[in-house]
Structures are given as structure tokens and as C-alpha cells.
């Protein structure tokens, strides 16, 4: 094993909401912090994209500008049937891009010294009695704590042994834009739509955007056959 490495006091692993967000608050806390992400960014990430006003709220930093649209309206049906309506005074829900708002996030905690290195796919994770070294395509890393917010599959979560055994569900989704008519975005402009039960024990989604919709569906069923016939807009 490489024994030179590079010391931090926080290791954060992936660069997702909880990533972003542990990055910005300790670093302006004016720790040492190394946030290590896989992929190039900004990247795609799928996702709803929907932030709750409770979220919203508690965000450090304003997002009107990466913000793609505003609920006022919901709308929740069950079998395409029943249905349930609420507005509101105030946006309930903001939606956002992933790429936007993950790369929002990883910027403002470069603001305040968060070293970022994109691109980097870890290893290995390995836990010392005082310290956690981590191996990467791009040298050694050592620090007192690690972050692992790096998804469902975490590697950091496999090496230090933390979950072996991950509760799945299984989504497909797809971002929807007009061909030639922006009429059709303006039926769900300021509203989101969640159908239950349209696959089994799950829902599908329509969220607008600033240019399209995005659109999905999800079950908690670990495995389910040709959940694409569940998808249709």
C-alpha cells in the first residue's frame, strides 16, 4: 500500500444533496474537508427534482436561480381514479435540475475552502483506530471522519461493513419535452402530479420544469417485470 497520503479532517464521499450540504456546513466551520465524486460535473442525476418548502427553508443559500418551476397546486390520484387537490399560498414543492442544484451546492462549499476532486472513483475505504484512509485513481486520502453519500450501492458504506444487505426498489424516468408547442407544459405549469398504485406499491410522478416535464414511476418491489409498461405519459 501507497503509505503518502493527504490530510483532512472530513472525507466526503459524493457530491449529492447530503454531500453539498455536509461540504458547505463544515467547511464553514473552517474544517479541512475533501469532497471526492466519481463523475465530471456538473453531471445528469435521475431524480424527481423536487425540493419540500420544509427543505427549501432550510437551505443555507437562496436557489431562485436554478429554481425550474414552483408548486402551488397538488395533485394526488390513486388507479387514476380518486383523487385529492390542495393549493397553496406558498410553493409546497420547488423543483429543481440535479445537475443544477448538486453543482449549486459543491460551488458554494468551494466558497469556503472545500477542496473538490470530480472525476476521482474511490478504491478502497479502510478504518485505523484513529484515522480512515482512503484509496482513489488519484492518490491517498486520510482523515478523522468520513462521509459516505454516495448513493444507495455506497462503496464506504461495503468497506467499513455498515450495511450489507441495502433494502432496493426499482424507477424508471424520463424527461419529456414539447416537439413544438410550449401549450402543453402550461396545463401543469405551478403544479405536480403523484398517481399511487399506477404501479404496484408505488407511484408515478409528473413534476414540470422550466422546458419539460420530468416523469417516472417507482415500486418498493426489489424486482419487477418490464416495469416500462407501467410508463406511459
Not at 464553514?28 to 427549501?56: D, I
Request: positive net charge.
Amino acid at each position: 500500500m501507497n503509505n503518502t497520503y493527504t490530510d483532512y479532517d472530513v472525507i466526503i464521499v459524493g457530491t449529492g444533496p447530503a454531500g453539498g450540504m455536509c461540504a458547505y456546513e463544515l467547511s464553514k466551520r473552517n474544517l479541512r474537508v475533501l469532497l471526492l465524486e466519481k463523475e465530471k460535473l456538473p453531471r445528469y442525476k435521475v431524480c424527481a427534482g423536487g425540493l419540500t418548502k420544509k427543505a427549501v427553508d432550510i437551505l443555507p443559500e437562496d436557489i431562485r436561480d436554478i429554481a425550474e418551476n414552483y408548486t402551488f397546486n397538488t395533485h394526488l390520484t390513486l388507479n387514476h381514479g380518486w383523487r385529492f387537490a390542495k393549493t397553496t399560498s406558498f410553493p409546497i414543492v420547488t423543483m429543481v435540475m440535479r445537475d443544477k442544484f448538486d453543482y449549486f451546492l459543491v460551488q458554494k462549499s468551494k466558497y469556503y475552502g472545500v477542496n473538490l476532486i470530480d472525476q476521482t472513483r474511490v478504491n478502497f475505504v479502510k478504518e485505523f483506530p484513529d484515522y480512515v484512509l482512503v484509496t482513489t485513481e488519484k492518490g491517498n486520502f486520510k482523515s478523522k471522519v468520513i462521509i459516505g453519500a454516495d448513493g444507495v450501492t455506497s462503496l464506504v458504506a461495503r468497506s467499513l461493513e455498515l450495511r450489507k444487505k441495502p433494502k432496493l426498489g426499482a424507477a424508471l424516468e424520463g424527461e419529456i419535452f414539447p416537439i413544438n408547442d410550449s401549450a402543453n407544459l402550461s396545463v401543469y405549469d405551478g403544479s405536480l402530479h403523484l398517481d399511487f398504485n399506477v404501479v404496484p406499491k408505488g407511484y408515478g410522478w409528473i413534476f414540470p420544469k422550466r422546458d419539460h416535464l420530468s416523469v417516472g414511476v417507482f415500486t418498493t418491489l426489489p424486482k419487477i417485470k418490464e416495469i416500462k409498461r407501467f410508463f406511459s405519459f
